[in-house]
């Protein structure tokens, strides 16, 4: 489980690229550097202590949010492989400090969720994880009945973000939250 008072993730290893190690890395993060830039980079598998790994080499997939890394030590496709599923963190204290009203997708993680019924904010779950396929899904649990749906996270669904207050208000289309 991450530690998400100690760390960010900020990239997900999706697959090898290639016989030499190289690595798939999808982006969680607006900054590139983080996969480009030589470096100590950390790795984690789910339920485990990250672990250091050191980033030799990396470039961005022209018009993907993809990045394909090299790590040093990993230098053939099964070793690419065991890195499958596999999350890429910076410590909190290393991350660069965002203005107001910015924040990290991670930083979401936790916070209520609230709707507007009557004129009234209700709770009605919590986000619990991110996915991340074509577009940013937020994972919520509903209070009602414990069932976990997905929400697109785009303006027009999730209007307001209050980390400070620690919750997001949803404005979700008729049927979305019986999916």
């Known amino acids: 489980m991450i530690e998400h008072d100690k760390w960010l993730i900020v990239g997900i290893i999706t697959s090898p690229q290639g016989i ?24 984690q ?8 790994f050191e980033l030799t080499h990396g470039f961005k997939k022209p018009g993907k949010e993809l990045f394909i890394i090299t790590f040093k030590g990993i230098n ?3 070793q690419a492989e065991n890195l499958k599923g596999h999350k890429i963190l910076v410590k909190l204290d290393e991350i660069p400090k965002l203005s ?22 209700q709770i009605i779950g919590k986000v619990i994880n991110l996915t991340n396929e074509k577009n940013n899904l937020l994972v919520i649990k509903l209070l009602k009945n414990n069932k976990e749906v997905l929400i697109p996270f785009v303006k027009e669904i999730v209007p307001v973000v ?18």
């Open 20 to 43: 030499n190690g190289k690595i798939k890395v999808k982006s969680l993060s607006d900054f590139e550097e983080r996969f480009i830039n030589p470096g100590k980079r950390w790795i």
């Open 45 to 52: 598998k789910e339920d485990e202590s990250p672990k250091e």
């Open 76 to 78: 053939n496709r099964n």
């Open 100 to 121: 107001k009203g910015e924040f990290h997708l991670t930083e979401l993680v936790n916070l209520k969720v609230k709707i507007s019924e009557n004129n009234q904010l």
């Open 162 to 179: 209050d980390i400070k207050q620690q919750f997001i208000l949803i404005t979700p289309p008729s049927g979305l939250l019986e999916l």
